[in-house]
């Protein structure tokens, strides 16, 4: 078995000559063909990430996962999720198709089907990311972030939400993306401030022919699925903040049928106890980095953060025809709680 923080030290050796890119705050060098648009940056990196013709660490496979997720749940006979740890590395595995070994410095990913390669990129940027910030003490929200002038406002991800469009009706009117999907959050003296991720978004056909009046010339995400990549920037939509910002508010949005809630729109705010289960609840890896034990420091980050940032319901009509209102609705609301 080869020693993984080793494993990460070459890595990073390794990735002196590759690529350096900005994302989630920090210095990625790769030499993996990304296909979505990642911001590029020089200087020493924090991280490298790159294909392994084979395992770093073997053995492993007969170990007790710290973490499994629900068969039942999954719909399958085996978990399709799981968590091993050999010393300072995690290894996350997706059954049948790939197996992630995260270590301080380094991520590493071996495709146990060739032919899954597109989802090399696809968890990396979600999964096997958000759980490496967690390991570093970084709580990652399942979320798509824009910065008005008075600083991020956080569009929780929800089964009847629809965040990035709310993201982007809110980028229709000149402002930055932060983030599209994932939200790494930090506290920076007394200040709560969210990272930037990277300039792109991802949306599905009819989002995508609303805001940029195309989409058949977008990349498809995933082959199974129609949703498009769709750049940010000159190119595409908006524009992107490049830089930390501090938070201004939490957003739940529920989406309602017009005909049974009719037009009009409301922001109600969250009880403290309702506030902290959303965050916890909407955290993007929360079963994992419960069964890694990392959930106290959380939970008293997420207190903490509460002392100065709302966390709010925004309850709207469907149909992109009623989100112009809703911009309007959600700048009104935050000048109010200034």
């Known amino acids: 078995m080869r020693d993984s923080l080793q494993t990460g030290r070459e890595s990073l050796s390794m990735g002196q000559d590759w690529p350096i890119y900005s994302i989630y705050g920090f210095k990625l060098a790769s030499d993996f063909p990304f296909a979505n648009r990642l911001a590029k940056t020089s200087g020493e990196p924090d991280l490298t990430f790159r294909l ?8 492993w496979e007969e170990d007790t996962p710290t973490y499994a997720s629900s068969p039942e749940l999954d719909g399958a006979e085996e978990s399709v999720l799981k968590i091993y740890r050999r010393g300072n590395c995690h290894i996350l595995r997706i059954t049948g198709v790939l197996d992630y070994y995260i270590a301080p410095d380094s991520i590493a990913c071996y495709l146990v089907d060739p032919h899954h ?4 990129e696809i968890h990396f940027l979600g999964l096997a990311f958000s759980l490496w910030l967690e390991l570093r003490g970084i709580p990652a929200l399942h979320a798509s972030a824009v910065v008005v002038e008075y600083g991020a406002v956080v569009f929780l991800s929800t089964n009847k939400g629809g965040k990035s469009s709310l993201a982007a009706t809110l980028m229709q009117a000149g402002y930055p993306l932060l983030t599209d999907d994932l939200l790494p959050l930090e506290q920076y003296r007394e200040k709560f401030l969210g990272r930037p991720g990277y300039p792109q978004m991802r949306m599905w056909p009819d989002q995508a022919s609303y805001f940029l009046g195309h989409y058949e010339d977008l990349e498809i995400v995933h082959p199974a699925y129609s949703k498009r990549r769709v750049p940010v920037g000159a190119d595409g939509l908006g524009t992107f903040c490049r830089e930390p910002a501090p938070l201004a508010c939490f957003y739940l949005p529920e989406r309602r049928d017009p005909a049974e809630w009719g037009e009009g729109i409301e922001t109600r705010p969250l009880s403290r106890t309702e506030a902290l289960m959303s965050l916890v609840g909407q955290s993007f890896v929360p079963h994992t980095v419960e069964a ?11 207190a903490r953060l509460l002392s100065q940032v709302p966390v709010r319901r925004i309850i709207y009509p469907e149909g992109y025809e009623h989100l112009p209102q809703v911009r ?10 200034q």
Do not use: H, K, N, T
């Not at 392994?52 to 053995?59: E, F, H, K, R, T």
């Not at 890694?292 to 997420?302: K, M, N, S, T, V």
């Open 292 to 302: 890694l034990g990392l959930q106290p420091q959380r939970i008293g980050f997420f």
């Open 328 to 337: 309007r609705c959600i700048l009104s609301d935050l000048a109010r709680l």
């Open 52 to 59: 392994v013709d084979a395992p770093p660490i073997v053995g």
């Open 117 to 120: 390669e597109y989802l090399a």
